[in-house]
């Protein structure tokens, strides 16, 4: 099931293997949203961090500078999962779920220069957009 991080769950950022050092306020704050993973235990199994943007970033600066609460872009900034095809679960349920959004109509990553990121992400239907000094860009579909 997907929902969204609650408050009192701020303990679970620290896991973040991409970009630990973004703090909890910001992942949280207005035109941003934290999704969670949950199985039929109620066990978190992948977590996926989403800044609304006006435009695509190039770098992580950019998310507070094309912040917009009601952009048409959803920036998927990080992912990460604890059991294996639960990163391409979250991915795809959070496609879903911003598909019914009709504000919404671009889902793109903020990705790591690594080959592991690049692969997932292709794996997993996301077409390549551009590579940049730090990060690249890959979409999904909507």
């Known amino acids: 099931m997907l929902r969204k991080l609650m408050n009192n769950e701020e303990h679970i950022i620290v896991n973040d293997p991409v970009r630990p050092h973004i703090a909890f306020d910001w992942r949280v704050q207005n035109g941003r949203e934290v999704f969670v993973l949950e199985n039929e235990n109620k066990e978190i199994d992948a977590v996926l961090c989403i800044a609304y943007n006006k435009d ?7 998310m ?7 952009g048409p872009i959803a920036v998927a900034y990080t992912v990460w999962s604890y059991n294996k095809g639960c990163g391409r679960t979250i991915i795809n ?6 598909k019914e959004r009709e504000n ?8 790591p220069l690594t080959e592991m990121a690049k692969a997932f992400h292709l794996k997993n239907g ?15 579909e909507l």
């Open 56 to 62: 695509v970033p190039t770098n992580e600066g950019d």
């Open 64 to 70: 507070d500078l094309l912040n917009d609460p009601n």
């Open 93 to 98: 349920q959070a496609r879903d779920l911003l």
């Open 104 to 111: 919404i109509n671009r889902l793109v990553t903020l990705s």
């Open 126 to 140: 996301a077409k390549f957009l551009n590579k940049h000094f730090d990060c690249q860009n890959f979409e999904y």
